[in-house]
Antibody, heavy 123, light 108 residues
Framework: QVQLVESGGGVVQLGGSLGLSCAVS????????MHWVRQAPGKGLEWVAV????????YYADSVKGRFTISRDNSKNTLYLQMNSLRHEDTAVYYC????????????????WGQGTLVTVSS | EIVMTQSPATLSVSPGERATLSCRAS??????LAWYQHKVGQAPRLLIY???TRATGIPDRFSGSGSGTEFTLTISGLQSEDSALYFC??????????FGQGTKVEIK
């Protein structure tokens, strides 16, 4: 079955860096666009970044643009999020999410989510 | 950016009764709207896509309706396991993809 397992979360100093990974299985990873979505404590869900199936296209939320980098390794079935210049407001649970596809068409709602990994930015 | 607004923030409903959750978009998103259920400590679960189509394995007590800017998620015959946070998400105009702030459904 489809599984998405995030790792790499933890406590990081203000202004520091952290890298998240998401190992996937149960579907053809290389065919799917993938997103990162986060949820700050007591807040709603916030979309963070997306990467196309082949890594050629990427989009970021304005709040992370220039600081975060999404990437993927299709040979390892793994999605990444490199986070630099971390701020207090980046404290959140980060989810790796899979888009739904029908045929060759991607529909950017999310049919599978990981359990999330907590990132805490501390001063 | 399309802003999604959900109401109410919290809904307290007795078992067996109906819960009606609203989601409003700041501009039309056609029928490109999804609903998710999120329980503490679990991954969010897709309930509805295309505003009204149930995802695989979702019980028929969950139903979605609406188009354009006004959407509703209805949970009929509420059960204890339906206690959760419910989010809507638009995928019509992007980036960014945007979510509502959520409605917490409590069982009386």
């Amino acid at each position: 079955q489809v599984q998405l397992v995030e790792s790499g979360g933890g406590v990081v100093q203000l202004g520091g860096s952290l890298g998240l990974s998401c190992a996937v299985s149960g579907f053809t990873f290389s065919a799917y666009a993938m997103h990162w979505v986060r949820q700050a404590p007591g807040k709603g869900l916030e979309w963070v970044a997306v990467i196309s199936y082949d890594g050629s296209n990427k989009y970021y939320a304005d709040s992370v643009k220039g600081r975060f980098t999404i990437s993927r390794d299709n040979s390892k079935n793994t999605l990444y999020l490199q986070m630099n210049s971390l701020r207090h407001e980046d404290t959140a649970v980060y989810y790796c999410v899979k888009v739904f596809m029908s045929g060759l068409q991607s529909y950017h709602y999310f049919d599978y989510w990981g359990q999330g990994t907590l990132v805490t930015v501390s001063s | 950016e399309i802003v999604m607004t959900q109401s109410p923030a919290t809904l307290s409903v007795s078992p067996g009764e109906r819960a009606t959750l609203s989601c409003r978009a700041s501009q039309s998103v056609s029928s490109n709207l999804a609903w998710y259920q999120h329980k503490v400590g679990q991954a969010p679960r897709l309930l509805i896509y295309g505003a009204s189509t149930r995802a695989t394995g979702i019980p028929d007590r969950f139903s979605g309706s609406g188009s354009g800017t006004e959407f509703t998620l209805t949970i009929s015959g509420l059960q204890s396991e339906d206690s959760a946070l419910y989010f809507c998400q638009q995928y019509n105009n992007w980036p960014p993809w945007t979510f509502g702030q959520g409605t917490k459904v409590e069982i009386k």
